[in-house]
């Protein structure tokens, strides 16, 4: 029977969601989408182990995990005491270290969610470690973070991880951190009780929580284009529903990628256990430019709320990578205007970071261009595990060609080139060659140095070239209507900081290989 059982587990699957066969049909045409679709219907009745829903054994809620050999409860490491935040085992303490979300899967699995650290990670085994291997935590919300809950028959529980199921959760013998701790990790099945668990359920309730990466968005007519949302516990990702108030203007599927119809808005809006979050999607057959604020946090049209406890070091300077507002003495993002322009050029390319980790939506490689992901390309990082990590090297001291170097556009290399001694005709000339934005670098002998993405060109018939009036995206910007696609003498940069046309020193373009 013990063999049976195992063997089962070995060989079940997890069935995909609606939303992503959709995806996976999108990549595919013809007779190839046939048979996938064909193979795919058929996939539920071909006997998987774990593909169906069923009554949890074990219900949603926040509950002590108690060692049965020793009585200790299982705790995790704060990230700022444990850089691994490893589970361990201590006499009960009453603190959120010791409280654990549990929350079930429709495919029959558990994510196991420690509630210290606000609660925004998820119980993980890093496959390859095998026997003696430690227990982490982490929000990547995949495979590696869910765990089978399987009864004894005294009404213990052992605790299984998906991807290494023929090994039990234990509090280990020999392994201890910082002196003092018993850690827990992988063994093999025996009948040891380090390996049994009590689930004891307390009082507390689950504290979700859900942020889209962004809050509004302007797309190009028949465009695809993708939302993600930020949930705590992470555990309830897979548990987004999606909806759009105007389906005659864009469409949502249960992944978050939306497709533009026809011009208007249209409020795209997700919902997990209750809490929501919209972004309001207006479509336009105009050419969409990306506003990247260095400064909003909030609504500086990317998910920067994410990054507000990521730090980064560099030459002996430990800063956060962003707050909300400007302040040169705790944030790099204040001196981020290059970096800025870089995003949304490369956003407006639809390049994609071809190698990477973005923690905020879980997501390998393929990641969308703002000013993390171009953070990563310029320090040489492939990306945090966590938001509250610590990068290494100066995210801010802008190597255009360095950040290109790590994006593609349909796999396609992307190329910066610079030009200096700026004038009005140059500008139009190179958005002619380039309409998804050239980035501008201006020098003030009152302001030093900042850059703008320069979007259109407002009169292109102007008889003097001298005459000619641009629209700009302003990374100084707080608020969209100082700095989304506007007149440039609306713009921040030209009331605030007091930029002129006579400032206007270096020009720079990005050009897809052929």
């Not at 430690?134 to 995949?142: H, L, M, P, Q, V």
Request: net charge negative; proline share 3%.
């Amino acid at each position: 029977m013990i063999l049976l059982y195992n063997w089962l587990n070995i060989k079940s699957i997890t069935m995909p969601k609606n939303g992503v066969i959709m995806n996976l049909l999108k990549k595919f045409s013809g007779f190839t989408a046939l048979c996938l679709a064909v193979m795919l219907a058929v996939l539920p009745f071909a006997g998987v182990a774990y593909a169906q829903e069923e009554e949890p054994l074990v219900t949603d809620g926040i509950y002590n995990i108690v060692n049965a050999s020793s009585g200790k409860l299982l705790e995790a490491f704060d990230y700022k005491f444990d850089y691994q935040g490893r589970m361990h085992l201590d006499v009960r303490r009453n603190v959120p270290a010791q409280d654990f979300a549990i929350v079930s899967h429709s495919d029959g699995t558990y994510s196991i969610c420690p509630q210290n650290d606000e609660g925004e990670y998820m119980m993980e085994y890093r496959a390859g470690t095998g026997e003696g291997a430690s227990i982490y935590k982490s929000n990547a919300n995949d495979q590696s973070n869910r765990f089978f809950i399987s009864k004894n028959p005294d009404g213990t529980f052992r605790l299984r991880p998906v991807n290494a199921a023929s090994f039990s959760l234990a509090e280990s013998k020999t392994n201890f951190a910082h002196y003092y701790y018993s850690l827990c990790e992988l063994q093999k099945h025996s009948l040891d009780d380090a390996q049994r668990w009590k689930l004891e359920l307390t009082d507390k309730k689950i504290e979700i929580s859900i942020e889209l990466n962004k809050h509004y968005d302007t797309v190009k007519q028949y465009s695809v284009n993708d939302l993600y949302a930020v949930v705590t516990p992470a555990a309830y990702s897979d548990k987004v529903e999606w909806s759009s108030s105007d389906k005659k203007v864009a469409i949502v599927d249960d992944s978050g990628s939306y497709c533009a119809f026809s011009e208007g808005d249209a409020v795209i809006t997700a919902t997990v256990a209750g809490k929501t979050d919209s972004c309001t999607v207006t479509v336009s057959d105009k050419d969409a430019f990306t506003w990247y604020s260095q400064c909003n946090m909030y609504t500086g049209g990317w998910n920067a709320v994410a990054v507000k406890d990521l730090y980064f070091y560099a030459n002996g300077v430990y800063k956060l990578f962003m707050i909300d507002g400007f302040n040169s003495k705790t944030d790099w993002m204040d001196e981020g205007c290059a970096l800025c322009c870089a995003a949304m050029v490369l956003r407006n390319l639809d390049a994609r970071m071809t190698e990477g980790y973005d923690f905020r939506s879980g997501q390998s490689g393929n990641l969308e261009s703002d000013p993390y992901t171009c953070a990563l390309a310029n320090t040489y990082n492939e990306g945090s595990r966590t938001g509250k990590g610590v990068l290494n090297y100066d995210p801010i001291y802008t190597a255009m060609s360095l950040i290109t170097s790590r994006f593609k556009v349909d796999g396609k290399a992307v190329t910066p080139t610079t030009y200096y001694y700026v004038t009005k005709q140059m500008i139009k000339e190179q958005l002619d060659k380039h309409p998804e934005g050239v980035i501008i670098g201006m020098e003030s002998s009152y302001r030093g140095s900042h850059y703008i993405v320069v979007t259109e060109c407002i009169n292109p018939d102007a008889e003097n070239p001298n005459d000619y009036q641009f629209l700009v995206c302003d990374p100084a910007a707080y608020n969209p209507e100082d700095g989304n696609n506007v007149p440039f003498e609306e713009s921040t940069s030209y009331k605030e900081l007091y930029y002129r046309y006579y400032h206007m020193w270096t020009l720079i373009t990005y050009t897809v290989a052929d």
